[in-house]
C-alpha cells in the first residue's frame, strides 16, 4: 500500500505525457488560458516559453500587457494575430516592430486603434497577407499606405457595423483606394458600406486577380447580370436584372434585412490554349461595345470618376471622355475627402469640356463667387442650376452669374446662408424670363425648439419679389421661410400658374380658412409648414448659431 508521502512526493499524471502531445494541448486553450497553464507546473512552464507556441496569438478583452507579453515570447516568429476589442496605438506598434514576419493581423472592435497608429505600425509589416479590420472607421489613405507598404496582401477584409440603409451620398473613395493600391488581392470582403457599381468597376478593374468579393449589406450598389473583364467573369446569374447596359438596375441583389446574406463570386475563366496568342495582345472587351452603350456606362460614373480614372482606361475611353455630350449634365458633389482632389478645378474641367453644350448643373459643398461666374460665362444655354450647402458663393456672385444665363428654367438654391434673397429674385426674374422652378430652401430653420430659442422676425420681402417678378413659376419650394398669410396670397395672385408649392416649416404660414381653399383648387401638389421634411435638410449644428443670428439680427 502506498503511503501517503509517496502520493504527495509523486509527480502528476500529466508530466508523463509526451511533449509534443502536451504542446498540442497548451495550444489549443488559447492565449490567455496559456499564460496562466504556465503557473501550473516547470514542465508546463518549459513548453510555455517554446516560441513555436506563440506563432498565432488570439486575444479578447485583454490587457496591453499581457498582449505584449505573449509577442515576446514568440521571439519574432509570430505569424498570425487576432485582437479583439482592447489595444491601443502604442501595442500595435510594439507588436510590429517585434514580428516583422506577420502573415495576418485581424482588428476587431478596436476602437482606441486609431489611422496613425495603423499606418506606423504596417510599415514594419511588408510580409503582411492578411489584413482584416472589423467595426473600425479608418480613412482612405490608411487604405492607401497598407497597399503600398504590404506588397503581398492577398486577403482584405474591412467590415463596418451591419446596418440598415441610411440616406448618406455614397462614397467609392474606399473602393478606389483599393484598386490603386491592392493589385494582389484574391479575398476581399468590404460590408456595409456605400460602395456604387463605379467602385465595384474600380476594383475589378484594378484588382484583377480577384476570386472572392463579400458585399453583403450593400443598400447603393446596384450591379449588373454580367460584365466581362480580363481573366474574370463575374457572375450574377441568380440576380433579377436588365443587362441593356453593363451597369443596369439590380436593386432586388442588394435589399433586404441583414439576414438575406448574398455574395458575388468571381470565376476565373478557363485557361487559354498554348496554341492562342495571349490576351495581352488581344484588345480588351469592353471596347468593343458600340459608342453610345460605352457612353451610357461613363455618365453614370460622374465627372471625378471619369476624369481621375476612367479617361485613363484605354483610348477607346478617353476618346468618349472627351466628346461634348458627355458633359451636358454634370453632377459635382463634394463627399467628404477634402484633400484627394481640387474639386473647384476639377469642376471648371468638367464645363470646358462641354464647350457650350451644359444643360444642367448640381452643385454641392464646394464652389466660389469665381467658379460660378466661369460657370455662367461658358454656358448660356444652361437650363437647370442646382446648388447646395455652397457657403462660399456669395449673393452677389450669384446675382452676377444669372445675368449671363436668360434661358434659365430651374434654379434651386438649398442650405446655406445668403441674408436676404430679395435683390437675387429681383435680378432672377428680370434675367431668367423663361424659370419654371425655384427653390429657396434655408438651413437655420430646422425645428421648433430651434424657434424657441431664436424667434426669427415674419418677412414677406421675398415672397413679395417672387410674385413681382417670377410670374411664370410651376413650381416653387420655400422651405424654412419667413413669409406669412399676405406674402402667401401675395404669391399665389402673382404665379397665376402654380402647380407645386412646398412651404414645410413655414410657421407664419396658417393656411387655413380661404387661403387653404384658394391652395386646394390652384394647387396640385401642397406641402403644409408642418409636413414632414427631408432628411437633407435636418442637419443642424450648434456652430450655426452666430451666423444664425447675424442674419436675423
Known amino acids: 500500500m502506498t503511503s501517503s508521502s509517496d502520493s504527495v512526493d509523486a509527480a502528476p499524471p500529466w508530466v508523463e505525457l509526451p511533449r509534443e502531445i502536451t504542446a498540442t494541448i497548451l495550444h489549443k486553450l488559447g492565449t490567455l488560458d496559456m499564460l496562466n497553464a504556465q503557473a501550473v507546473c516547470t514542465t508546463w512552464r518549459s513548453l510555455c516559453e517554446d516560441p513555436v507556441l506563440w506563432r498565432s496569438i ?98 482584405f477584409r474591412f467590415n463596418r457595423r451591419f446596418r440598415r440603409p441610411c440616406p448618406f451620398p455614397e462614397c467609392d473613395f474606399e473602393a478606389w483606394a483599393i484598386a490603386r493600391n491592392m493589385p494582389e488581392l484574391r479575398h476581399l470582403e468590404i460590408r456595409g458600406s456605400d460602395l456604387t457599381d463605379q467602385g465595384l468597376l474600380y476594383i475589378l478593374y484594378g484588382c484583377s486577380k480577384l476570386e472572392s468579393l463579400d458585399l453583403r449589406l450593400y443598400y447603393v450598389l446596384n450591379g449588373s447580370k454580367t460584365f466581362g473583364f480580363p481573366n474574370h467573369v463575374i457572375d450574377m ?15 432586388s441583389a442588394f435589399c433586404g434585412n441583414d439576414d438575406e446574406k448574398k455574395k458575388f463570386k468571381l470565376q476565373s475563366t478557363k485557361k487559354i490554349p498554348t496554341d492562342v496568342p495571349s490576351t495581352s495582345a488581344l484588345p480588351p472587351p ?57 474639386l473647384e478645378i476639377m469642376c471648371r474641367d468638367a464645363v470646358d469640356r462641354s464647350q457650350g453644350q451644359l444643360i444642367e448643373i448640381n452643385i454641392e459643398s464646394i464652389g466660389t463667387d469665381y ?11 444652361l437650363r437647370s442650376l442646382q446648388l447646395g450647402y455652397c457657403d462660399d458663393i456669395t449673393r452677389e456672385g450669384l446675382i452676377e452669374a444669372v445675368k449671363n444665363l436668360p434661358l434659365l428654367e430651374e434654379l434651386h438654391l438649398s442650405s446655406y446662408y ?105 394647387i396640385k401638389d401642397l406641402r403644409a409648414p408642418n409636413d414632414v421634411i427631408d432628411f437633407e435638410y435636418l442637419t443642424y449644428d450648434d456652430d450655426d448659431d452666430d451666423q444664425y443670428l447675424e442674419y436675423l439680427y
Open 58 to 155: 488570439d486575444m479578447a478583452f485583454a490587457e496591453v500587457e499581457m498582449c505584449c507579453l505573449a509577442v515576446d515570447r514568440s521571439q519574432g516568429q509570430l505569424n498570425d494575430i487576432k485582437i479583439r476589442c482592447f489595444g491601443t496605438d502604442e501595442m500595435l506598434l510594439y507588436i510590429s516592430q517585434r514580428s516583422g514576419g506577420l502573415r495576418c493581423l485581424i482588428l476587431e472592435s478596436c476602437y482606441d486603434v486609431t489611422d496613425e497608429g495603423v499606418i506606423e505600425a504596417v510599415k514594419n509589416l511588408p510580409l503582411l497577407e492578411e489584413l482584416h479590420i472589423y467595426y473600425n472607421l479608418f480613412r482612405v489613405e490608411t487604405i492607401e499606405t497598407v497597399g503600398r507598404i504590404c506588397l503581398n496582401l492577398k486577403s
Open 237 to 251: 446569374a441568380s440576380f433579377s436584372s436588365d443587362c441593356s447596359a453593363s451597369f443596369s438596375s439590380c436593386s
Open 286 to 342: 469592353w471596347t468593343e461595345l458600340p459608342r453610345d452603350v460605352t457612353a451610357n456606362i461613363l455618365q453614370r460614373l460622374g465627372p471625378i470618376e471619369i476624369l481621375e480614372s476612367a479617361q485613363k482606361v484605354c483610348t477607346t475611353w478617353k476618346d468618349v471622355c472627351t466628346d461634348p455630350a458627355m458633359w451636358r449634365v454634370i453632377d459635382m458633389k463634394n463627399l467628404g475627402d477634402h484633400n484627394i482632389y481640387d
Open 418 to 522: 445668403m441674408g436676404s434673397a430679395v435683390a437675387l429674385i429681383e435680378t432672377v426674374g428680370r434675367s431668367c424670363l423663361h424659370l419654371k422652378s425655384f427653390k429657396l430652401n434655408h438651413l437655420w430653420v430646422l425645428c421648433p425648439p430651434r424657434w424657441v430659442r431664436f424667434p426669427p422676425p415674419a418677412c414677406d420681402l421675398e415672397a413679395l419679389a417672387i410674385a413681382e417678378n417670377m410670374p411664370g413659376l410651376r413650381h416653387l419650394q420655400l422651405i424654412g421661410n419667413t413669409l406669412t398669410d399676405g406674402g402667401l396670397q401675395a404669391i399665389l395672385d402673382g404665379c397665376p400658374n402654380l402647380e407645386s408649392l412646398d412651404l414645410r416649416q413655414c410657421f407664419y404660414v396658417d393656411v387655413g380658412g380661404n387661403l387653404r381653399r384658394l391652395c386646394d383648387q390652384r
Open 371 to 381: 467658379l460660378i461666374r466661369y460657370i455662367s460665362e461658358r454656358s448660356g444655354r
